[in-house]
């Protein structure tokens, strides 16, 4: 049995049906990791110890009687997400050895939902990237072509799922991070509204942005780890109390005559001509399953990637001074505490990182904040404003989730503008905190795949959902695989 083939709602069956035990499944799988993932890259650890032991719980606890939604399945879990016990690097030296006393509270969910961990994945570091080469460690590979990057920074996760290592991830999404790593591997990935999922447990970057999601084959799989993370959670006050849908009931909702928004803005300069083919190809499906396209505009999308970069660095100078050598995390001894704390930040942080860090000290520095941070804030009310006006509109608004497909490793590593722009289609929705899809809508002449972006308003993911799950059934995309 090709048991890495298997969508997740796929292996969960067979689970049930007593065809599989955890065990069996969650061994295979990782002999599989074993085998491949020296090519790909995508876990800093492996927990097999750990996995081993859940998955004979797992299978215990079905015996007994049991049902939980996700007894027994295996998954990965991005490496800034916290679970007791297993050392969470964030893909820093700054992190290398912290082992979190607490779960965050999509683990303690996750738990009770009766899933398995293979592992953790890498990421750039602190999540600051989009191609996985900012991590401390070693950069992931594409499953797709091994030379080019899974995107970041949730490029483990996404690579995983890929390659077929587990059916289901979580990654985090700040500024595309799932979305994107998702396009570039040809797999399906969701940034839920803010406030949708707890963050408690994962290692802040810029806490108004981040927000956790999951990252599988289909749409249905990523419906039903989404019913299990999201709510309201006394620990995280972002968190917005707001009943969760049934999302895999309401996935075969009706959406014929909905009506799709396509914006202008995000089809100019930049975008690939076979990116654009492929969106167009995938606006006509939207047509023959009966909805409307309609052209619309969110005219401040050229502002975007420039108020993030405020936005982000000043939330992430403020959350990593936390990394003082004191608490946890690195420390490198100094002659006096200034200079222990000078040490271990210049070693503790790679490039990448400082670079964000010095960008936000400087932003906030007093004389600058209304010139950069303000600005760059009401620049965020415009976006959201873009949006609200939009879905006045349409339901929903497609795009591409990515100007290009995967770019080789190496390609924009020293250009980090060029690397910035690689979220230009993603950020906006971090900033608005709406909810947005990104799944497959093709592949490039090359074989690479290409992901299309669905967005919907605040607390839409029911209709997004719906809408993708059409889409896929209709294409069945997920159903290539790429021979890692
Ligand atoms: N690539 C973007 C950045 O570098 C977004 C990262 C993310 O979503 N975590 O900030």
Not at 12 to 40: P, Y
Request: glycine letters at 8%; charged letters at 25%; a negative charge.
């Amino acid at each position: 049995m090709d048991w890495h083939k298997l969508p997740l709602t796929e292996q969960l069956a067979k689970l049930k049906a007593g065809e599989v035990s955890s065990v069996e499944l969650t061994k295979a799988l990782l002999s599989f990791i074993e085998e491949k993932d020296q090519k790909i890259k995508a876990f800093i650890k492996v927990t097999k110890e750990e996995a081993l032991k859940q998955a004979e719980e797992a299978d215990e606890r079905r015996r007994k009687g049991d049902n939980a939604p996700l007894l027994g399945v295996p998954l990965a879990i991005k490496d800034n997400i916290c679970i007791k016990g297993v050392e969470t690097t964030c893909a820093s030296k700054m992190l290398e050895n912290f082992v979190p006393p607490f779960d965050a509270t999509v683990i303690t969910k996750l738990k009770e939902a009766g899933a398995v961990f293979l592992g953790k994945t890498n990421l750039d570091e602190f999540a600051m990237g989009s191609s996985t080469e900012n991590s401390a460690f070693f950069p992931t590979h594409n499953p797709w072509d091994v030379e080019r990057v899974p995107g970041g920074s949730s490029g483990g996760s996404a690579a995983a799922v890929a390659a077929g290592f587990c059916a289901g991830a979580l990654g985090s999404d700040t500024g595309g991070s799932i979305r994107q790593p998702a396009s570039f591997c040809g797999v399906v990935g969701l940034k839920p509204t803010y406030g949708r999922v707890s963050r408690y447990g994962l290692v802040a970057f810029a806490s108004s942005l981040d927000q956790i999601g999951p990252i599988t084959r289909t749409v249905k799989d990523t419906a039903l780890i989404l019913q299990v993370i999201a709510g309201k959670d006394p620990m995280d006050s972002t968190s917005v109390p707001k009943e969760v849908p049934n999302y895999l009931e309401e996935l075969n909702m009706n959406i014929s005559g909905a009506k799709i928004g396509v914006p202008e803005e995000y089809f100019g300069e930049g975008l690939s001509d076979e990116v654009r083919e492929k969106i167009e190809d995938a606006l006509k499906v939207f047509e023959k399953l009966g909805c409307q396209i309609k052209k619309v505009s969110l005219p401040h999308t050229p502002y975007a990637v420039a108020a993030y970069y405020i936005i982000a660095p000043a939330e992430a100078s403020s959350n990593l001074a936390r990394y003082d050598g004191v608490k946890y995390g690195l420390r490198v001894e100094g002659k006096d505490l200034i200079d222990m704390y000078k040490k271990t930040r210049s070693q503790g942080f790679g490039p990448e990182v400082k670079r964000r860090i010095m960008i936000g000290t400087y932003a906030l520095s007093a004389g600058y904040y209304d010139a950069y941070y303000k600005k760059a804030s009401q620049v965020r009310t415009l976006i959201s404003q873009d949006f609200a006006n939009a879905f006045e509109e349409v339901d929903f608004i497609v795009g591409p989730a990515a100007p290009t497909p995967a770019f080789k490793i190496g390609e924009r590593i020293s250009d980090p503008l060029q690397m910035y722009l690689s979220d230009i289609y993603t950020i906006s929705v971090n900033l608005a905190g709406i909810v947005a899809l990104s799944l497959p809508c093709g592949f490039t002449s090359q074989g690479l795949p290409v992901g299309m972006q669905i967005m919907g308003p605040h607390f839409s993911e029911t209709k997004v959902l719906a809408l993708g799950h059409k889409f896929e059934e209709e294409t069945k995309f997920y159903e290539k695989y790429p021979e890692v």
